[in-house]
């Protein structure tokens, strides 16, 4: 099972440039969602989607945007990238997002690899 | 907004000990989930805490749910060179935010 793909793993993008990374999950989840982990600061969560459709801003979104193209893939784009946003990119997903699902663990979250971006 | 306070940010301990960490919020969460990071990898779930109270184990991992609702626990007994990494809490609420500790680095001496 591959679970969460993201591509790419690496990228190194002068400062002003525009990328996107992509995410798919081959588990049949609702939720998806972008994390960035930087040092000392832990996983923050920038935009996530509770289903296909729908999209919202997490802890961190400004300058980003997002897709969630289909019910598999949610995309994560910089469109004029800056150093403040060299990081390490998680994508996740989850069955459901409702806090309904307390009790069935359909709310917990499968990670990708994650992607190291560096602006220059 | 809500945060968790995780501590020890990190810790070096020698192989075969205990180790102990925790995390603390001034608000109430109604799951609380621990999981791991290995290096260059994603995290990975390693317990999952549903109920005020609850105490759960993984093999050498043993978790609590504070009956307070506002922490919880993690414990690793006799730690083995595979368990190095980072360890994050996280909790839940109904409005389905999940919010991420910093993480506790643990290091393990040969």
């Known amino acids: 099972n591959a679970g969460v793909t993201q591509t790419p793993k690496f990228q190194v993008l002068k400062t002003g440039q525009s990328m996107t990374l992509q995410c798919a999950q081959d588990m049949n989840h609702n939720s998806m969602y972008w994390y960035r982990q930087d040092p000392g600061m832990g996983l923050r969560l920038i935009y996530y989607s509770a289903s296909e459709g729908t999209t919202d801003k997490g802890e961190v979104p400004n300058g980003y945007n997002v897709s969630r193209l289909n019910k598999r893939e949610f995309s994560l784009r910089l469109e004029s990238a800056a150093p403040s946003q060299t990081s390490v990119y998680f994508c996740a997903s989850s069955e459901l997002l409702t806090g309904l699902t307390l009790l069935s663990g359909a709310n917990v979250l499968t990670f990708g690899a994650g992607s190291r971006l560096t602006v220059l | 907004g809500q945060q968790l306070n995780q501590s020890p940010q990190s810790m070096f301990i020698q192989e075969g000990e205990d180790v102990s960490m925790n995390c603390t919020s001034s608000?109430?969460?109604?799951?609380w989930l621990w999981y791991k990071q290995d290096p260059g990898e994603g995290p990975v779930l390693l317990i999952a805490l549903y109920k005020a109270g609850e105490l759960t184990s993984n093999g050498r991992l043993t978790a609590q749910f504070g009956i307070t609702r506002k922490d919880s626990f993690l414990n690793i007994s006799a730690s083995i060179p595979s368990d190095v990494g980072i360890y994050f809490c996280a909790g839940q609420n109904r409005d389905d935010k999940i919010i991420f500790g910093k993480g506790t680095r643990l290091h393990i001496l040969p």
């Open positions: 608000s109430i969460f109604n799951t």
